[in-house]
Nanobody, 115 residues
Framework: QVRLVESGGGLVQTGGSLRLSCAASGSTFTINVMGWYRQAPGKQRELVATISRLGTMYYADSVKGRFTISRDNAKNTVYLQMNSLNPEDTAVYYC?????????WGQGTQVTVSS
């Protein structure tokens, strides 16, 4: 079992920045990919960014150049630095970790960008 605790969401104006954190605990030694997804009201959950244990990163086209994902394997923590935020980034952001046989989700953290 893996437990995920997210933090860092909030309200920010257009053009502002936020940094999300997600700390994993429990059986973390087999975690491979860590990532962030988001779900806006009335929309499906979508992938934002992922990072493998070796540091291979993937970004959705909508956030490339604005968001940066990173991880600290020693702390079992993944971060999402979000810059140049706009109202279209408003959503609940969920942390996700993947192991060979299963995956886990965080409880979600609200990000609201005002115009």
């Amino acid at each position: 079992q893996v437990r995920l605790v997210e933090s860092g969401g909030g309200l920010v104006q257009t053009g502002g920045s936020l940094r999300l954190s997600c700390a994993a605990s429990g059986s973390t030694f087999t975690i491979n990919v860590m990532g962030w997804y988001r779900q806006a009201p009335g929309k499906q959950r979508e992938l934002v960014a992922t990072i493998s244990r070796l540091g291979t990163m993937y970004y959705a086209d909508s956030v490339k150049g604005r968001f940066t994902i990173s991880r600290d394997n020693a702390k079992n923590t993944v971060y999402l630095q979000m810059n140049s935020l706009n109202p279209e980034d408003t959503a609940v952001y969920y942390c996700n970790v993947q192991r060979i046989t299963d995956s886990y989700w965080g409880q979600g953290t609200q990000v609201t960008v005002s115009s």
